[in-house]
């Protein structure tokens, strides 16, 4: 119904940057909100950060100063500009959309997933 596809993630060396990206497909008619979430091994599912329709955004206090989250409502793309990276950002990096259908239902979709590595 509405498909994801991650792309940008692999091998960087600690203050390395990266950026990911996530496309949204499918009968969308409104992408309130856009974000990334990460799980690092043997740790929760955690927020990174989201942004709205409006383009408000929220970060987590681990990241702040140092990620930045961005969207393009036309290409229903939202992106991820990482910098300073560090060995702690290793991790699962999931996109994640949450909208509502042309046929007027919500969707809430996860995308499957890219690999993020920090290190030397």
């Known amino acids: 119904q509405v498909q994801l596809v991650e792309s940008g993630g692999g091998l960087v060396q600690p203050g390395g940057s990266l950026g990911l990206s996530c496309v949204a497909s499918?009968?969308?008619?409104?992408?309130?909100?856009m974000g990334w979430y990460r799980q690092a091994p043997g740790k929760q599912r955690e927020l990174v950060a989201t942004?709205?329709?409006?383009?408000?955004?929220n970060y987590a206090d681990s990241i702040k100063g140092r990620f930045t989250i961005s969207r393009d409502g036309f290409k229903n793309t939202v992106y991820l500009q990482m910098n300073t990276l560090k060995p702690e950002d290793t991790a699962v990096y999931y996109c994640?959309?949450?909208?509502?259908?042309?046929?007027?239902?919500?969707?809430?979709?996860w995308g499957q997933g890219t690999q993020v590595t920090v290190s030397s």
């Open positions: 942004i709205t329709s409006g383009g408000s955004t």
């Open positions: 994640n959309v949450y909208g509502r259908l042309r046929t007027g239902s919500l969707f809430d979709s």
């Open positions: 499918g009968s969308i008619s409104r992408l309130n909100v």
